[in-house]
């Protein structure tokens, strides 16, 4: 019964692969998002989607595309990985009214090697 | 633009004793703050929040936190820390835009010694 659900939980890789990211919410939010937590636990957003529209794209890199098959599903995928890619991916959720609250994964711990 | 500044990296406070975690904000305009906590592995989880109603608001597990514009403050306190309290704590201001854009400071973490 989890409410946002992230697969794969830990995901070590070597340098210049490709790899994804799944996210899941049933709670019936219409918008998704993706943080990106570093090594010293500071969190910044880097996408948000809503009704599978982008909303916000902060500065990352175009290796970094998120796709919304629907507005259920948020998934990451990463290309040609670096070393500076490593941290842990927390996908979330809110439903509509503005309030703030988000709810969380519980993230994805990217290792790369 | 807008910001918060967590005060400590780090506190430790003994069970039973209260707990005190410091947050400054910086905003342009009437912030909506929160505070949320993240428990080892775990996911992120909303204590509270304060979106210009009462200045004193009250949160799960026994958090609340004031709203001090004179101050630009809106420190989390609990009157007694439980063991299970021990976690990462985030002060939270919504930045611009969607109502996702959450800013986040830099995280408290509290150790609870029994």
């Known amino acids: 019964d989890t409410a946002v659900s992230q697969t794969p939980k830990y995901l070590v890789t070597q340098m210049g692969n490709d790899k994804s990211i799944k996210c899941e919410q049933n709670l019936g939010h219409d918008t998704m998002y993706w943080y990106k937590q570093d090594s010293k636990k500071f969190l910044k957003i880097m996408f948000s989607?809503?009704?599978?529209?982008?909303?916000i794209n902060e500065t990352v890199p175009n290796r970094f595309s998120p796709k919304s098959p629907d507005k259920a599903h948020l998934n990451l995928h990463i290309n040609s990985l670096e070393l500076g890619d490593s941290a842990v991916y927390f996908c979330?959720?809110?439903?509509?009214?503005?309030?703030?609250?988000?709810?969380f994964g519980e993230g994805s711990r990217l290792t790369v090697l | 633009a807008q910001s918060v500044t967590q005060l400590d990296s780090h506190v430790s406070v003994s069970e039973g004793t209260p707990v005190l975690l410091r947050c400054n904000y910086s905003s342009s305009y009437s912030p909506s703050l929160f505070w949320y906590v993240q428990h080892p592995n775990k996911g992120l989880q909303l204590l509270l929040k304060?979106?210009?109603?009462?200045?004193l608001v009250k949160g799960i597990n026994g958090f609340e936190a004031e709203f001090k514009k004179s101050e630009t403050s809106f420190h989390l306190t609990k009157p007694s820390a439980h063991m299970s309290d021990a976690a990462e704590y985030f002060c939270?201001?919504?930045?611009?835009?969607?109502?996702?854009?959450?800013?986040f400071g830099k995280g408290t973490k509290l150790s609870v010694k029994p």
């Open positions: 979330a959720s809110s439903g509509s009214g503005g309030t703030g609250e988000l709810f």
């Open positions: 304060y979106t210009s109603a009462a200045t």
């Open positions: 939270v201001v919504m930045g611009g835009g969607s109502q996702g854009n959450l800013i």
């Open positions: 989607y809503n009704n599978k529209e982008l909303i």
